[in-house]
């Protein structure tokens, strides 16, 4: 019997806080629950519960410079789990509730990153880390970040199963641009837009982004930048905004904080280039999400960007302002290459669906069920047709695969 189908009649529990924003790790959590319930499984949502401490207890701890809330919403330590075959806690900071009370059924943790462990700069990750390694098994949304897994926290390969994001293609795909769109974000006739969508993180690198569209600008003055999404810390945005002022091109830059997401596609589609600077990606949505509306794609040749986007897109050379900006102009100066790579863009997309997913999270719950979490992937990677696994094959290598542990610029691993 095919294991997903060996599930249907199964309950599942997605554990994640259905309150927070509407991050790409949001979305996931919402793709997730509704991708279940749409394949017919009684699905619940659970969102881990604040402890009954009084309220000058949270309010002491503040004098002391500690956001208790903050602290036990990033790692929870407790849920009332309802009654469920499965608890799939939709992302692996979750995992810390595995540490006091872990649920009578089987376990699944889907890890987007663990970039906080491998950069050193989130201690309190560890409780995650910890909590991992208690699950029954592990979904990674790359094989990238299944290789940190494996090399970084010392998890069984046997333990994880790649599991594809998907899209929903009817919103992701080609549009002619509103005006009401233009008007509503200020966004002039007359220029050539790139687009970034995603925080401020440092981690992102965008001062590498400001610096390549500094260069680009002497050539193409008429090239402006749209960065979508919330900074996520004021600090950074007022270190961006400071570089951008003393390189003249502050002016070129569009801050849209709150882009309504039915906005985002056309927004995807009125850019010429959708860019993206970060070495440090898990995924990577915006990218897809733009190659499905049929815009071409720059980015950086490090994590699971070379994994995600083949050989559909322009990758550069990370942390690189020279490479980004020599990648950009050559795009943007052949409309022959446009064109090129929104076909590809598009091809590649493509197989990147909500219903493969679900699918293949599916196999995983059934196989778990049957007692065999150690190779619970089987059957989900039997979901991806023989073009898919070879190309999969092709981009684990590049991403990594066959050539030791993963390294990440600019991180001290110690000695060999």
């Excluded at 089987?106 to 309190?124: A, E, Q, R, S």
């Excluded at 005006?179 to 966004?187: A, N």
């Excluded at 992102?204 to 900074?231: C, F, H, M, N, Y």
């Excluded at 502050?250 to 010429?272: G, K, S, T």
Aim: aromatic share 8%.
């Amino acid at each position: 019997m095919n294991p997903a189908s060996a599930f249907r009649d199964g309950k599942v529990a997605v554990i994640c806080d259905w309150n927070g924003p509407y991050t790409g790790i949001g979305r996931y959590w919402r793709m997730l629950h509704g991708g279940l319930r749409g394949a017919g499984l009684d699905a619940v949502q659970v969102t881990p519960a604040l402890p009954q401490l009084p309220g000058s207890a949270y309010q002491l701890l503040e004098l002391f410079g500690r956001d208790l809330r903050a602290f036990l919403t990033n790692y929870p330590l407790w849920c009332r789990y309802p009654d469920a075959d499965i608890y799939h806690l939709a992302q692996q900071s979750l995992a810390s509730l595995l540490l006091i009370r872990r649920p009578r059924g089987k376990v699944i943790v889907t890890v987007h990153d663990i970039f906080p462990h491998m950069l050193g700069n989130d201690p309190w990750f560890r409780l995650a880390v910890w909590g991992l390694k208690r699950a029954d098994h592990l979904i990674a949304i790359s094989h990238y970040t299944k290789r940190c897994l494996v090399d970084h926290l010392g998890i069984r390969p046997e333990k994880i199963t790649v599991v594809y994001h998907g899209i929903d293609h009817e919103r992701f795909r080609p549009l002619v641009t509103a005006s009401s769109i233009r008007e509503s974000y200020r966004l002039p006739e007359g220029r050539r837009y790139l687009i970034y969508v995603g925080s401020e993180d440092t981690r992102k690198d965008l001062v590498t982004l400001v610096r390549a569209l500094e260069q680009v600008r002497r050539e193409l003055p008429e090239v402006e930048l749209i960065k979508a999404g919330r900074a996520h810390c004021a600090e950074e945005r007022q270190c961006l905004v400071a570089l951008a002022a003393e390189l003249g091109v502050l002016q070129a830059i569009h801050f849209l904080e709150d882009v309504r997401e039915e906005h985002l596609p056309q927004l995807y589609n009125l850019a010429e280039l959708y860019v993206t600077p970060s070495p440090y990606e898990g995924f990577g949505f915006p990218l897809l999400e733009a190659m499905a509306c049929g815009t071409p794609v720059v980015y950086a040749d490090a994590g699971s960007l070379p994994e995600i986007a083949g050989s559909a897109g322009i990758a550069v050379a990370p942390t690189n302002a020279d490479s980004l900006a020599r990648g950009l102009l050559s795009v943007l100066r052949q409309r022959d290459k446009q064109s090129a790579l929104r076909a590809a863009g598009r091809e590649r997309a493509a197989s990147f669906t909500l219903t493969a997913s679900t699918q293949s999270i599916l196999a995983v719950y059934g196989k778990m069920m049957h007692g065999n979490s150690d190779h619970a992937g089987d059957a989900a990677d039997r979901n991806l047709d023989k073009r898919g696994r070879e190309s999969h094959d092709r981009e684990l290598e590049q991403a990594g695969g066959g050539r030791g542990p993963v390294r990440l610029p600019g991180v001290d691993y110690g000695p060999e």
